[in-house]
C-alpha cells in the first residue's frame, strides 16, 4: 500500500530531512527479541527503538550484554528507549508518578541511561503514569516532577534529552497526559533544557488535536515523532490520517529528527513497509 502518487520527500535525516526507525517491542514480535535488530536491518533499517525490554528495573549484566551485542552485530543503532514502565501488557503506564512505584522508577534509571550510552542512544522516554484512586492528584504529580527531573539529570550526563509522551484516553483511560498542552505543562514545569515533548501522532489524532498545526506552531519542542494510523494504529495507510502531508510536513518545519515506527502491522511485520516506497 502506497501513501500517494506523490513525488516522495527526501526523508533522509541530517540537513535533509529526518529519519525512519522502527519500535521492536511492537514490530516484529514474532521474532524473539534478540533476533529483531537484525529483521530490522534486513527490512533496511539502520536504527530501533525500543520500550524497557526486561521484565524488571535491574536486569542481570547478560541479559544487558546479550541486548547490546544484537544490536551491534545486526548494524542498527539504538534511537529511543524506554525507561522501566511498570507492566504495559497488564495496563501500567509509567512509574513516574506513584508513590509506590518511585523506588522501582529510582533505581532503574542509571541503568537505563547506562544502556542508552553504551549504545549511543540519547533519547529516553519517561511514562508518566496512571492515575492512583487512593493518591491525590497534586500529590502525584510531585512524585512526578521529582523524577522526572532525576531523570533528565541522568540523562544530562550521557547528553541525552527525556521526553514526555501524551497517550489517548480511549486505550489509556487512567493515564493523565492526553494532549499535547497537558505534556507541555509538565515540561515547562520541570523547567530544564534536556526535556522535551514525544508527539505520537497516533495518540494526539486519536484525541482530536490537529497534528498538522502541532508540527506548524511546536516542532522545535518535539524531541522525538512517533506515527501510526488511525484508526487501528497499523501502518501509515492503513487509516485515514493524511501521512505523506504529515511527513511533508515535519520535513518543511525543520524536524531532523528520527519518526519511529509504532504501528500494529496488519500482517508480517516485514510485509508492512511496502508505503515508504510511495
Known sequence: ?????????PFAGGDG??????????LFTELPLLERPEAAAKAGFDAIELWWPFDGPVPADLELDRLRRAIGDAGVRLVGLNFDAGDMAAGERGLLSDPRTTDRFRANVEVAAGLAESLGCRVLNALYGNRAADVPVEAQ???????????????????????????NSHENPRYPITSSAAAFAVI?????????????????????EDVLALIDESVSRFGHVQVADDPGRGQPGSGGMPYQEI??????????GHVGLEYRPTGPSADSFAWRNG
Open 1 to 9: 500500500m502506497t501513501l500517494s502518487g506523490r513525488a516522495k520527500v
Open 17 to 26: 530531512g529526518f529519519a525512519f526507525d522502527v519500535n521492536l517491542s511492537i
Open 141 to 167: 504529580r510531585e512524585v512526578a516532577l521529582g523524577n522526572l527531573l532525576l531523570a533528565a539529570e541522568a540523562a544530562a550526563g550521557i547528553d541525552a534529552v527525556v521526553v514526555v509522551e501524551a497517550l
Open 188 to 208: 515547562d514545569e520541570i523547567g530544564v533544557p534536556n526535556v522535551a515533548f514525544l508527539a505520537d501522532l497516533y495518540h494526539l489524532h486519536r484525541m482530536g
Open 247 to 256: 511527513f511533508e510536513r515535519l520535513v518543511s518545519a525543520g524536524y531532523r
